[in-house]
């Protein structure tokens, strides 16, 4: 079983700058692939980045390029830094985990967290 408990979001300006992160309870988190999806009013939820155990990575064609997925095993952490940011990217943002390799397919992620809400004003 893990938890899963995200922070960093808030109300920013369009061009501006967040870093989410997320914290995992238990002992085996280096071993889970992490991954950070989105839900923006009205939509489904989409993915946006994932850190395989070995550090690889994979991100949606909309945030490459802004955003940085990275990982702290020690801390039992993962963050999501975000960039440039756009209206577009307003969403509530969830930390997920996996025991699968790199994957976006929402259905692969077992474990969620209760998602930290961020707003990009133009």
């Known amino acids: 079983q893990v938890q899963l408990v995200e922070s960093g979001g808030g109300l920013v300006q369009a061009g501006d700058s967040l870093r989410l992160s997320c914290v995992a309870s238990?002992?085996?988190?280096?071993?889970?692939?992490m991954g950070w999806f989105r839900q923006a009013p009205g939509k489904d939820r989409e993915y946006v980045a994932a850190?395989?155990?070995?550090?690889?990575?994979y991100y949606a064609d909309s945030v490459k390029g802004r955003f940085t997925i990275s990982r702290d095993n020690a801390k039992n952490t993962v963050y999501l830094q975000m960039n440039r940011l756009k209206p577009e990217d307003t969403a509530i943002y969830y930390c997920?985990?996996?025991?699968?390799?790199?994957?976006?397919?929402?259905?692969?992620?077992?474990?969620w967290g209760q998602g930290t809400q961020v707003t990009v004003s133009s």
């Open positions: 997920a985990a996996t025991s699968a390799a790199l994957t976006p397919r929402i259905k692969d992620y077992a474990y």
């Open positions: 238990g002992r085996t988190f280096s071993s889970y692939t």
């Open positions: 850190i395989w155990r070995a550090g690889s990575t």
